[in-house]
């Protein structure tokens, strides 16, 4: 099964900082877009961040001016996830997601990092 592999969570205390990878594989081709999903428990999962190919990030505005999506230039099928000032409420699975294409997309989804933040 082809899916993108994350990295970088763990448990930090209130304020702290981590950083999460994703690498894609190199079998998906043509990504349009990677982002960053969060799952906790009980409740839908969201759409943390995203970037497109051409650099357009997104964030939900709870984590805007905290979190930071970025690429690695020099290889497109890697993506992190900068998280400052973390917050109890930002715990959760984060799971990234690769989207390959564009007119008929299909959609890879890693298996998550867990991210812990004590208070």
């Known amino acids: 099964q082809v899916q993108p592999v994350e990295s970088g969570g763990g448990l930090v205390q209130a304020g702290g900082s981590l950083r999460l990878s994703c690498v894609a594989p190199?079998?998906?081709?043509?990504?349009?877009?990677m982002a960053w999903y969060r799952q906790v428990p009980g409740r839908q999962r969201e759409l943390v961040a995203s970037i497109t190919a051409s650099g357009d990030t997104d964030y939900i505005g709870s984590v805007k001016g905290r979190f930071t999506i970025s690429r690695d230039n020099a290889n497109w099928n890697t993506i992190y996830l900068q998280m400052d000032s973390l917050k109890p409420e930002d715990a959760g699975v984060y799971l990234c997601?690769?989207?390959?294409?564009?007119?008929?997309?299909?959609?890879?989804w890693g298996q998550g990092t867990q991210v812990t933040v004590s208070s």
């Open positions: 190199g079998s998906i081709s043509d990504i349009y877009v």
């Open positions: 997601v690769v989207q390959s294409g564009i007119r008929y997309p299909s959609y890879y």
